[in-house]
């Protein structure tokens, strides 16, 4: 009976509690206690003697960092791992696991247990000349980084508007349909991001071509369309109608010198279709009037072409119109985060992104990923899913086999060869919320393959303690076929996890 009431996945909990010596990547199921299997490893990481090639034995509870996904996640990590290392000191008073567990329990309140930023945090505070940070180091919550965005926000826009280098690029972007907050997102979506706009975004950017130059081909084609109404033999014709309409406008629209004013006429056809004015055909038009279907068919079919050319116009000026603004944003975003790490005066983001800057230093990188690699000798990583991409960036150049080589500075972190043991993750690729903090589906799937081939072992936790039998069978049935089933389009990146099937 007691044989029976293991779980079905107990070898792999055995693994994870007592094979200290390897990396390990598991992907649990949900309701497996993948939580509950980190507290664990920790405790026997610092109360049981591992592997003697890694380091001293037991490992001390300062040398282990444990990272999860919210403050309120770390504050119940560390709990649990309090109540674990308390029940293991308690139970057997004389022997050495109960001795290590007290020595860890005096050391809990300053160990790494806790979220992604605040373990970034610690490295840039452990680091701060290195880092290029002043001695006192502030971080500003959600609030009060959104009031100094703003404040920043309005003294950047006062000078944009007023700037005659960019008033053409302005009024051509709200001619297009753009809201003036559109520039406020725009600096935003910059601002939360500015790491991967120092990567991706031009430094300049030349001003949008004239409208003129844009709307040529398109107008051309609405041309073409209408040189065909001579293949039309009843100029009472609907269709034959519709492109006299189009005729008339596009006589009007090649007038106007003022690209403002053919940029407006081009978009009014969007925004306020005309009723004369109109590029879709519908069913108009005979047979008879035409001499044949294909001659009316190619007429259609030449009149939406041109259609969709005019609409991509608008489409086009806009988006030159934001590669221009877009430079300029770059320069105020990446000038906001220099001003703040010189004030010391950091976002949550920024921890992340000097952290990781940190890390790649050509000039102190090495020594730095040297001491932490000394330091943190343990890195376990929880709710892996759901964290940014940044995060397995600084754990494997921490945990890299040959921390003060250049490749663990500059090679990508996928090519890094780590530490046996030096990793541990956990996380379930069905969970997460992947649009939170950057977290990407492809990289957990890269990283699981990463980690579970010759620089570690995949293991999968699947028994599921919350839910009853029937519910999982079901479960199992339902999503095994459906996140099973062949995509419909062809994949530049894997962007689904393969069903492993729970049990109760």
Not at 116 to 125: T, Y
Not at 230 to 243: A, E, F, I, T
């Amino acid at each position: 009976m007691a044989e029976r009431s293991r779980p079905p996945d107990q070898a792999v909990r055995d693994r994870i509690d007592h094979d200290l010596g390897p990396t390990l990547f598991v992907e649990a199921g949900a309701g497996s206690g993948k939580t509950t299997a980190l507290v664990e490893r920790v405790c026997a990481l610092v109360t049981e003697p591992a592997d003697p090639s890694f380091g001293p034995n037991p490992v001390p509870l300062g040398a282990v960092a444990a990272i999860t996904f919210t403050e309120k996640a770390g504050a119940e990590l560390r709990e649990r791992v309090r109540q674990a290392l308390e029940t293991t000191a308690a139970a057997a008073d004389d022997t050495p696991r109960a001795t290590a567990a007290r020595a860890s329990l005096a050391d809990l309140d300053g160990a790494a247990i806790g979220t992604l930023h605040s373990f970034a945090q610690r490295l840039l505070s452990e680091h701060p000349v290195e880092a290029g940070l002043p001695p006192r180091v502030e971080v500003l919550d959600e609030v009060s980084s959104g009031v100094e965005f703003e404040r920043r926000w309005a003294r950047f826009s006062d000078e944009l508007f007023e700037d005659s280098a960019y008033e053409r690029t302005l009024l051509l972007l709200f001619a297009t349909g753009a809201r003036p907050t559109t520039a406020h997102a725009l600096a935003r979506s910059f601002d939360s991001n500015w790491d991967l706009v120092a990567e991706r975004v031009p430094a300049d950017s030349p001003p949008p071509p004239r409208v003129h130059d844009l709307a040529a081909d398109a107008l051309d084609l609405v041309e073409e369309a209408c040189r065909l109404r001579s293949g039309c033999g009843d100029p009472g014709d609907k269709l034959c109608l519709q492109l006299d309409d189009v005729a008339e406008w596009l006589a009007h629209v090649r007038t106007l010198d003022d690209e403002l004013r053919l940029l407006d006429a081009l978009v009014a056809l969007q925004t306020a279709p005309n009723e004369r004015v109109s590029f879709r055909p519908g069913v108009r038009g005979t047979k008879v009037a035409w001499g044949s279907s294909d001659t009316k068919a190619e007429a259609a079919a030449a009149l939406r072409e041109a259609g969709t050319a005019i609409e991509g116009v608008a489409s086009a000026v806009a988006t030159a119109c934001a590669h221009h603004l877009g430079a300029a944003t770059r320069r105020f975003t990446l000038a906001s985060a220099d001003e703040r790490r010189r004030a010391g005066e950091l976002e949550f983001h920024d921890l992340l992104v000097l952290a990781r800057s940190l890390l790649r230093d050509p000039i102190h990188g090495a020594g730095v990923r040297r001491t932490l690699h000394d330091r943190y000798r343990r890195l376990l990583l929880d709710e892996f899913q759901d964290t940014d991409p940044i995060q397995i960036e600084l754990a494997v150049r921490i945990a890299a086999a040959d921390p003060g080589s250049d490749a663990a500075g500059t090679a990508d972190w996928s090519e890094v060869e780590v530490t046996p043991g030096h990793l541990f993750v956990v996380g379930d690729p069905k969970q997460s919320i992947y649009r939170f903090r950057r977290a990407d589906i492809s990289l957990f799937l890269q990283a699981a393959r990463r980690f579970s081939g010759p620089a570690g072992e995949g293991l999968t936790l699947s028994t599921n303690f919350r839910t009853v039998a029937g519910t999982i069978d079901w479960v199992n049935a339902t999503f095994g076929r459906l996140l099973d089933e062949a995509p419909v389009h062809d994949l530049l990146v894997d962007s689904q996890p393969p069903y492993a099937p729970l049990a109760s």
